[in-house]
């Protein structure tokens, strides 16, 4: 009988002992008086790996044990300790899932605020350029279509190209390198009307699968990372242009809704850990460059609003891994062909998929967007050399009024319609 009740009673003890050490423990009580003295906080922490080795103990002697109510109490606390035992350890995992997604969230606001920062600065960069310097100013050089393609490539004008060479335009973002920080790289800007209305012309270049009809400049791309549902970080990569083998780029690119029914894409060069980049040339992958920045915007023609689409294209990039001189001898080789053949070939797959594609009600919405909330379901995107990006479903954002105007607006001919 003595050494029945040596083992069940110190049992009993500890099962009830224990019990409230761990309540208190949980509470975040220090003060656990005898237990604390006679069970390490090991022990305690350890409670759960015991539990089963006890509840062994106490079924094998419910039936046998003389003093089964005593056995059945022991039972009871080292039901109850366990269940606090798992459901503290419950919550302290939800503690951390929520910590975690604190954490991340403090992360994705830090990152959402500073590629929208970004898309703010380009933005603007891109005014002063586009629509303060225009014609031959400030070392802006006029680039005539090639006369081998002019009568069909730019038969009627449409469409005029100037080059400049700028440092890299990326703020405080810029390259650090020392020998990078004086070199001057190709600034592109091309101004053109398509004969085409404003809606289509928003729905097929929103479209990833029309991609290859009109640019054969980007041969793969994917998207890396959604930033929010208007930006986006973007991979891609061209084919070899002339001597210049593969490249491939990583992009941020935004889009917006401005106020005058405009839509603007403009684009930074980035990195991102799903796509390092090699700096050097060779046969077995792509040598990086860099779309350092870029706008487009498309927006409807003033003097025919209905029927006209103007498509105003600024690019900043740096070839890789070649020097200034070989650089220079590729733009001077492509730039009076690739950007008028672009256009053209836009203009042409624009008419071809024609109004019967773009279904009314949508027309519409896209002819009435002011009234729309703030995120659109407008269709937005489109392919450039460095980034291809597409939102066919909208997403864009129509903020406030900046502090400054874009262009002179062709809605403020069409604001009555």
């Given at each position: 009988?003595?050494?029945?009740?040596?083992?069940?009673?110190?049992?009993?003890?500890?099962?009830?002992?224990?019990?409230?050490?761990?309540?208190?423990?949980?509470?975040?009580?220090?003060?656990?008086?005898?237990?604390?003295?006679r069970?390490?906080?090991?022990?305690i922490?350890?409670?759960?790996?015991?539990?089963?080795?006890?509840k062994?103990?106490?079924?094998?002697?419910?039936?046998?044990?003389?003093?089964?109510?005593?056995?059945?109490?022991?039972?009871?606390?080292?039901?109850?300790?366990?269940?606090?035992?798992?459901?503290?350890?419950?919550?302290?995992?939800?503690?951390?899932?929520?910590?975690?997604?604190?954490?991340?969230?403090?992360?994705?606001?830090?990152?959402?605020?500073y590629?929208?920062?970004?898309?703010?600065d380009?933005e603007?960069?891109?005014h002063?350029?586009?629509?303060?310097?225009?014609?031959?100013?400030?070392?802006?050089?006029?680039?005539?279509?090639?006369?081998?393609?002019?009568?069909?490539?730019?038969?009627?004008?449409?469409t005029?190209?100037?080059?400049?060479?700028?440092?890299?335009?990326?703020?405080?973002?810029?390259?650090?390198?020392?020998?990078?920080?004086?070199?001057?790289?190709?600034?592109?800007?091309?101004?053109?009307?398509?004969?085409?209305?404003?809606?289509?012309?928003?729905?097929?270049?929103?479209?990833?699968?029309h991609?290859?009809?009109?640019?054969?400049?980007?041969?793969?791309?994917?998207?890396?990372?959604?930033?929010?549902?208007?930006?986006?970080?973007?991979?891609?990569?061209?084919?070899?242009?002339?001597?210049?083998?593969?490249?491939?780029?990583?992009?941020?690119?935004?889009?917006?809704?401005?106020?005058?029914?405009?839509?603007?894409?403009?684009?930074?060069?980035?990195?991102?850990?799903?796509?390092?980049?090699?700096?050097?040339?060779?046969?077995?992958?792509?040598?990086?460059?860099?779309?350092?920045?870029?706008?487009?915007?498309?927006?409807?023609?003033?003097?025919?609003?209905?029927?006209?689409?103007?498509?105003?294209?600024?690019?900043?990039?740096?070839?890789?891994?070649?020097?200034?001189?070989?650089?220079?001898?590729?733009?001077?080789?492509?730039?009076?062909?690739?950007?008028?053949?672009?256009?053209?070939?836009?203009?042409?797959?624009?008419?071809?998929?024609?109004?019967?594609?773009?279904?009314?009600?949508?027309?519409?919405?896209?002819?009435?967007?002011?009234?729309?909330?703030?995120?659109?379901?407008?269709?937005?995107?489109?392919?450039?050399?460095?980034?291809?990006?597409?939102?066919?479903?909208?997403?864009?954002?129509?903020?406030g009024?900046?502090?400054?105007?874009?262009?002179?607006?062709?809605?403020?001919?069409?604001?009555?319609?």
């Open positions: 009988m003595s050494s029945i009740l040596r083992t069940s009673v110190p049992t009993y003890r500890w099962a009830a002992l224990a019990s409230t050490a761990i309540q208190r423990k949980i509470k975040g009580q220090n003060n656990v008086g005898i237990v604390t003295t069970y390490t906080s090991e022990e922490a350890n409670f759960d790996c015991n539990i089963s080795q006890c062994d103990w106490v079924n094998d002697s419910l039936r046998t044990h003389p003093f089964v109510g005593l056995v059945k109490k022991a039972a009871n606390y080292y039901d109850y300790a366990g269940g606090l035992l798992n459901q503290h350890q419950e919550a302290q995992n939800d503690q951390h899932v929520r910590e975690e997604a604190m954490v991340q969230n403090e992360v994705d606001c830090r990152k959402i605020e590629y929208e920062s970004v898309a703010d380009v603007k960069w891109s002063g350029l586009l629509f303060e310097e225009e014609g031959e100013v400030n070392g802006w050089k006029e680039v005539k279509c090639h006369k081998m393609i002019r009568d069909k490539m730019n038969p009627n004008g449409n005029t190209c100037y080059v400049k060479w700028l440092k890299d335009s990326r703020g405080n973002d810029a390259s650090q390198v020392d020998e990078d920080k004086d070199r001057e790289y190709p600034c592109i800007k091309c101004y053109s009307t398509f004969d085409a209305p404003f809606e289509e012309v928003c729905e097929y270049l929103s479209q990833e699968t991609m290859s009809d009109y640019n054969h400049l980007v041969v793969d791309h994917r998207d890396l990372e959604n930033i929010t549902p208007h930006s986006k970080i973007t991979w891609s990569q061209c084919p070899q242009i002339l001597f210049v083998k593969p490249r491939d780029f990583v992009t941020f690119c935004h889009h917006r809704w401005r106020e005058d029914g405009s839509q603007i894409v403009v684009s930074q060069a980035c990195e991102h850990v799903d796509a390092p980049g090699k700096s050097n040339e060779s046969d077995e992958h792509a040598c990086r460059a860099y779309s350092l920045r870029g706008a487009n915007i498309i927006s409807r023609d003033p003097t025919d609003p209905q029927n006209k689409t103007r498509l105003t294209i600024l690019a900043h990039a740096h070839v890789g891994g070649v020097p200034q001189w070989a650089c220079k001898m590729v733009i001077n080789a492509i730039s009076p062909i690739e950007p008028f053949r672009l256009f053209n070939t836009m203009e042409n797959e624009i008419m071809k998929y024609g109004r019967s594609k773009l279904d009314q009600t949508k027309r519409q919405t896209l002819s009435s967007f002011q009234h729309q909330p703030e995120t659109k379901s407008l269709p937005a995107g489109l392919s450039q050399l460095g980034y291809a990006c597409f939102w066919p479903k909208g997403g864009g954002k129509i903020p009024n900046l502090h400054y105007e874009l262009i002179d607006s062709p809605a403020a001919d069409v604001g009555s319609d």
